[in-house]
C-alpha cells in the first residue's frame, strides 16, 4: 500500500467508486467488496458506485449487483446517461435529441424532461447500446451535418464479453466524427463533470471526498482533476507496473478495497 497525500481514509466523509474492476469482475463481487459497502452504511458515509456503461437504468444495476452479490440502493448508483441526462438538461430545458441508445439512457433523458426524436433535434447523443444500427448512424451523421450537436455519454472504445472484446461508444463516436468532421462533447469518464454531478447528488465537497478507480486513465486522472483524494485498486485494468507509465500518480493505491475496509 502507498499513500502519497495526507488525507486518510477515516477522514473522508463521501466515496465514489467505479463499478467493474473495482466492486465487480466478470458479474462476481470481488472479495471484500460487500463488506466495504456495508461499512460505509454502518459508519453513514454518503457514497455513490460510478459507471460509464449507459445501458441499463439504476433500477437494472441494481438487479445486476444483487445477483453479484452486492447491495446496492438504485439511489447510490450513477451512470454516464444520468450524468449526461443532467447536464443536457441545464444546457437546454425540454430540448429534443436523437438518440442512439438503450433504456438507461432515454430513460434519463425522458425523465429530464427531453423529447426524442429524429425530426430537427437539437442534440444527436451516442451511448452504449448491443447491437449498433447501420441506418441509426447513418441518420445521425446526417443530422449533425445539419447542425445537431453532438454528445457521447463516454469514451470507451471497447466493452467487455465472454466472446472478446466488443465495440462500443468511443469507437462508433470515432466512426461518426470521421464522417462528419466534428468531436463529440463527452460527459462520462475522464471529464471530472461525471464527478462533479455525481457530488452534487450526495452533497459531498472534494476536499471529504474519495474516488475509488481501478484505471489510471479515467477514474485516477478525472478523480484528480476533480480535486478528490483517489485511490488505485489492482483488481482491474491498472496494475502495478502500469503507474510508471503516467505522468501523475494516485493519491493511494492498495491490492482491492478490502484493504480500505479497516482504515474506515
Not at 125 to 146: H, N
Not at 155 to 165: F, I, K, L, V, Y
Not at 207 to 223: F, H, L, N, Q, S
Request: proline content about 6%; glycine content about 8%.
Amino acid at each position: 500500500m502507498t499513500k502519497l497525500t495526507n488525507r486518510k481514509p477515516a477522514d473522508i466523509e463521501c466515496w465514489l467508486t467505479d463499478m467493474d474492476g473495482v466492486l465487480v469482475h466478470e458479474n462476481q463481487a470481488v472479495p471484500g467488496a460487500a463488506e466495504l459497502i456495508q461499512r460505509w452504511v454502518d459508519t453513514s458515509k454518503r457514497f455513490l458506485v460510478l459507471t460509464n456503461n449507459s445501458i441499463y437504468t439504476p433500477r437494472d444495476l441494481a438487479a445486476r449487483l444483487r445477483a453479484s452479490g452486492l447491495e446496492v440502493p438504485e439511489e447510490n448508483l450513477w451512470t454516464s446517461a444520468l450524468a449526461t441526462a443532467q447536464f443536457l438538461k441545464a444546457q437546454m430545458p425540454h430540448g429534443r435529441a436523437f438518440v442512439i441508445g438503450e433504456a438507461g439512457l432515454t430513460t434519463a433523458l425522458h425523465e429530464a424532461g427531453f423529447i426524442l426524436t429524429d425530426q430537427s433535434p437539437d442534440y444527436v447523443v451516442l451511448g452504449e447500446t448491443r447491437t449498433y444500427s447501420f441506418e441509426a448512424i447513418t441518420r445521425a451523421i446526417r443530422l449533425i451535418g445539419e447542425g445537431a450537436r453532438f454528445i457521447a455519454t463516454n469514451p470507451d472504445a471497447t466493452g467487455p464479453s465472454a466472446e472478446g472484446p466488443l465495440p462500443a461508444t468511443g469507437a462508433i463516436a470515432a466512426l461518426i466524427t470521421k464522417a462528419t468532421n466534428r468531436e463529440p462533447y463527452i460527459v462520462g469518464k475522464p471529464n471530472p463533470m461525471m464527478f462533479r454531478s455525481a457530488m452534487n447528488r450526495i452533497e459531498a465537497h472534494s476536499e471529504t471526498t474519495a474516488m475509488i478507480g481501478d484505471r489510471m486513465d479515467t477514474d485516477i486522472v478525472a478523480g484528480m482533476e476533480a480535486g478528490l483524494h483517489t485511490v488505485l485498486v489492482f483488481t482491474g485494468i491498472t496494475q502495478p507496473e502500469d503507474i510508471d507509465a503516467f505522468p501523475f500518480r494516485p493519491d493511494q493505491a492498495v491490492g482491492s478495497v478490502a484493504d480500505l475496509i479497516s482504515e474506515i
